[in-house]
């Protein structure tokens, strides 16, 4: 199912950078960090192909293989869409408002079958393992990655352990029914995220287990910085302005580090496009740490965390442990495009969702709808210029749409552990459960 992909000149297709210390490091699919002894900060994937060959003879996002961190693709995989809004552009007087869409849409040939641009970050981590890799790869997530993860792992009959809290099985499920190589561990009655975090690294550490790495592994930055490379390639330029909604922040230092990609390039503009990223209020932990001028985020207690993640509607942006003081992360990325960061409240991202809808004609998410309203706030306060070039992400859209024409399944649990059974020695001696058949 994997086929190879060589690039074309015989070197080695990408090193990694440290983007605190600068050393380098050959390519590896399981590197995810700097060796050296010093702050956190993430590895960055530099090409050795500085311009950008679309490849339409690949399927889906590996059209975009020379920017990617693997030397394989798989078939049946889809790609984020780029096009000009009409409805929503003229009610706010723009004139060049591009709309990145993953998800469900199929008049506009978008295709993401789990609805979010998750998926993008699931198959590029998938395209890192290689074939003779046995090892299981171990991932804890409660909304969009655990689906989008389940979903393509599945498809492709890759082994997989799910870990997630128990309230979350109903974000867990697919358009086609589910492949045994995915194994579902839930956290019993668990309400809180962090449980099943903690139970999904303990099991990575296991002997035949292998942990994703979040927002340090490079295939997940690079499979979502395709909606911009996507966007800049059917501009044929760099955008002025980039809207998104943030949780882990890793999809905004994505989208930043797909515009240097682009720069390098040469052929797309020289001039970097400014961030604009958005948080559901009250849970607005990178927006308060930005407006602050601060680059470490203020601890919330977590009684306090809780109850604002309880208040907030899109609750994939409810991440407690961004990528934002890492060197390389967030705070880094909005001080070098001179972004901005917005706090939109329910109302707000609801009435966005409400009109996006209408004038664009499908569903988003409430996510979606976050970055939507961030974009309405910078074009009442001026930050935007109408005749400027402006790509809003849509990271998540066509559930409804694709709910009318497709019946869901859901994935079933192989197994359920208690939050107070959780020890090192306990998920040691339940080795074997955690393995798919
Ligand atoms: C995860 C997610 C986001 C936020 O992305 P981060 O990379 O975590 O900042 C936004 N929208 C949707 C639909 C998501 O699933
Ligand atoms: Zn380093």
Redesign the pocket.
């Known amino acids: 199912m994997f086929q190879r992909f060589s690039p074309p000149a015989n070197q080695p297709k990408y090193r990694f950078r440290c983007l605190f210390c600068g050393a380098e490091y050959a390519p590896d699919p399981f590197r995810l960090h700097c060796d050296q002894e010093h702050e956190p900060s993430l590895l960055r994937a530099v090409y050795a192909s500085q311009q950008l060959t679309v490849r339409p003879q690949l399927p889906g996002l590996f059209q975009f293989i020379d920017w990617l961190p693997v030397e394989q693709y798989l078939s049946n995989v889809g790609k984020p869409i780029t096009y000009q809004s009409q409805g929503l552009a003229q009610h706010l007087g723009l004139e060049q408002l591009w709309i990145s869409f ?1 998800g469900y849409w199929p008049e506009r040939n978008a295709r993401l079958l789990t609805c ?3 998926e993008l970050e699931a198959v590029t981590v998938l395209a890192r393992i290689p074939q003779e890799n046995q090892q299981v790869l171990a991932i804890s997530s409660a ?3 655990g689906r989008a993860f389940a979903q393509i792992y599945s498809r492709h009959g890759i082994p997989l352990c799910l870990v997630i809290p128990e309230k979350s099985l109903p974000a867990i499920w697919a358009s086609e029914s589910f492949n045994p190589s995915v194994r579902l561990v839930i956290v019993n009655k668990s309400e809180d995220y962090f449980d099943a975090i903690q139970l999904g690294r303990l099991i990575s550490k296991l002997d035949g287990f292998f942990p994703e790495g979040g ?1 340090a592994n490079i295939g997940r930055r690079d499979g ?1 910085g395709l909606t911009v490379i996507d966007a800049a390639v059917t501009l044929g330029r760099i955008p002025d302005h980039y809207f ?9 230092i ?1 989208a930043w580090e797909a515009n240097l990609r682009l720069l390098q390039d040469g052929r797309f503009g020289e001039q970097a496009m400014t961030l604009h990223l958005a948080q559901n209020a009250p849970f607005t932990p990178m927006v308060d740490a930005w407006k602050a001028g601060e680059r470490e985020i203020e601890e919330m207690t977590a009684s306090v965390a809780k109850m604002r993640i309880n208040q907030a509607s ?1 609750k ?2 409810t ?1 407690r442990q ?1 990528a934002y003081s890492i060197a390389g992360g967030v705070y880094d990325a909005l001080t070098a495009s001179q972004g901005s960061m917005y706090a939109v409240t329910n109302a707000e991202a609801q009435q966005a969702r409400a009109l996006f809808a209408e004038l664009e004609g499908i569903d988003i ?1 409430p ?2 709808g976050v ?1 939507a309203a961030a974009l309405l706030q910078a074009v009442q306060s001026g930050k935007v210029h109408k005749a400027e070039t402006l790509l809003l992400n849509i ?2 859209g066509g559930f409804e749409r694709l709910q009318t024409e497709c019946k869901l399944h859901y994935l079933k649990p192989s197994l359920g552990i208690d939050a107070q059974a959780i020890s090192p020695e306990f998920v040691a001696s339940r080795q074997s459960d955690f393995c798919p058949d």
């Open positions: 993953s979010s641009f998750k909304g969009n990655t927002a979502m998104q909604a943030v949780g882990s922040g890793t999809g905004g994505a899109a994939v942006l991440n961004p998410c996510a979606s970055a990271t998540s």
